[in-house]
């Protein structure tokens, strides 16, 4: 027996596809969101972890085609307050080792 339509398809059985497969493409939400959250608050807590959180909410949301701002004022505030925190050390130091020059002696 010969086919009378060799361009047919053969019936497809099974569940139907409505609106197509669900996988493949950007996902839905943004996957580095909360991670951007985090880092943000981090960043004012503890600057060197709230960059670390943050770059990576950043490079999450990136890869997945979406612009984090919260990761990317995380960055931004960790890098101000890591800086300050950096030469207020710097200055703290200097006082400590001035005020031990200066009465680092004691004479009972």
Known sequence: MTNEYPSAQPPQYGA???GGPQ????????PGKTLGIVG???????????????IIARNKSKAAG????????????????????V????????LFFAAMAQYGTYNY
Request: glycine residues 12%.
């Open 16 to 18: 139907p596809q409505y």
């Open 87 to 94: 030469i207020g050390g710097i200055f703290a130091m200097i």
């Open 23 to 30: 996988y493949g493409g950007a996902p839905a939400e943004d």
């Open 66 to 85: 979406y612009d984090n701002q919260l990761a990317k004022w995380g960055i931004i505030v960790s890098i101000i307050l890591l800086v300050l925190g």
């Open 40 to 54: 943000f608050i981090l960043a004012f807590v503890f600057a060197l972890a709230g960059l670390i959180v943050s």
